[in-house]
């Protein structure tokens, strides 16, 4: 096969400062493991309206189309706020999701032990969590028609979402849950409102039939999306695979993520169907977004864009046994007490910056060897 490729889209506020840490990683890779990727970058995000006027140029678009695999840092910030709604940066994100039809969203929400302090639930509760959402990525409300601003001609104004989801759509997100319940407790929990919801009745059926038809051998239950929030804050630890849609599963996998801790630690790997090569589509983003407040200050923690790309030697370079060295080597510096700020307790005084957090992590690679 040839030299794999990856695409890094570094983006706004701190997505530039972690991925220089992504880039020493990348390199000890190519130098140690004789893990060759060929890596270009580019502008996505308010750096792309900045230079181009759009969040993202159809040039960028059609390289992510024939990369193996994106690495995407972080969109938006303040400067951007008042920009029309189509040159938004969270719009150059969205149209990568859609075009590269990156239908499945995996975001694990994994408590590492030596952070199970920082939940904001109870240890006990937290400690050893390991559960993966897989939220529906490419359609539902954010892109049903019709949507818009409209005049209701009575002098006032409606505001229009649709919710449309189909048997396909439905049906390929529910086999990407199963798939990966296989590999992990075999149990996946579907959630939706199907009490309120004609696409949620639709949901629920066609989850059901893929279980039926195809995955029996897996645990299946269904949930309500709003108990579904419920139980994650109450007993996360009943959860092994949850599969949702895309609203649901924005807010639920930000629910998660909380749990574990830190928004700094937390990665995602988006999914689309197998390329000629054999190869998914896939970008891989941390959860955590631009973070404005902290920008420039190197502060930010480059760890979820470290596991971001650690998801990409998993699922897109099919270099599991390197993944592992990776997160292993990220769980040993938070065992040995390397903290960027976001990680300080009471008692602790002066946190790691960035690039040292980065150099840690190195570090523990080096003695993985
Ligand atoms: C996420 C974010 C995005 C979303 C925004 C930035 C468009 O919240 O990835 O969870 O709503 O999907
Ligand atoms: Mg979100």
Request: aromatic share 6%; net charge negative.
């Amino acid at each position: 096969m040839s030299t794999p490729s990856l695409l890094i889209l570094a983006g706004d506020g701190i997505g530039p400062e972690v991925m220089v840490e992504v880039r020493k990683i990348i390199d000890w890779f190519g130098a140690k493991r004789d893990l060759k990727i060929n890596v270009t970058e580019d502008l996505v995000g308010g750096a792309a309206y900045d230079k181009h006027g759009v969040p993202l140029t159809d040039e960028t678009m059609a390289h992510a189309q024939e990369v193996d695999a994106v690495l995407l840092g972080a969109v938006g910030g303040p400067a951007y706020d008042d920009l029309d709604f189509s040159v938004k940066p969270e719009r150059g994100l969205l149209r990568l999701r859609k075009e590269m039809d990156l239908f499945a969203n995996l975001r694990p929400a994994q408590c590492f032990d030596a952070l199970a302090d920082f939940s904001s639930l109870k240890t006990e509760i937290v400690s050893g969590l390991d559960i993966m959402i897989v939220r529906e990525l490419t359609s539902g409300v954010y892109f049903g028609e019709p949507r818009g601003i409209m005049d209701d001609n009575e002098g006032g104004r409606v505001g229009v979402n649709t919710q449309r989801y189909t048997t396909d759509e439905i049906r390929r997100v529910a086999r990407s849950a199963f798939e990966l319940a296989k590999k992990r407790n075999n149990r996946v929990c579907s959630m939706e409102k199907a009490n309120v919801m004609e696409s949620g009745i639709l949901w629920r059926e066609e989850v059901q039939w893929v279980h039926d038809n195809e995955y029996p051998e897996v645990e299946l239950t269904h949930m309500y999306a709003d108990n579904g929030g419920m139980q994650l804050v109450r007993a996360p630890k009943q959860f092994d695979v949850i599969v949702t849609d895309n609203l649901f599963g924005d807010m639920l996998s930000d629910v998660a993520a909380m749990l574990t801790g830190s928004l700094g630690m937390l990665p995602s790997a988006s999914l689309g169907v197998p390329m000629a090569n054999g190869r998914p589509k896939a970008m891989y983003e941390p959860v955590h977004g631009s973070a404005p407040d902290i920008t420039g200050q190197a502060k930010a923690n480059p760890c979820a864009c470290i596991l971001s790309f650690a998801m990409a030697l998993r699922y897109s370079y099919d270099e599991g046994a390197e993944a592992d060295r990776l997160e292993s080597a990220v769980e040993k510096v938070l065992a040995d007490g390397v903290r960027t700020a976001d990680l300080m307790q009471a008692g602790d005084t002066t946190p790691a910056s960035t690039s040292e957090m980065g150099d840690a992590v190195i570090a523990a690679l080096d003695a993985s060897l």
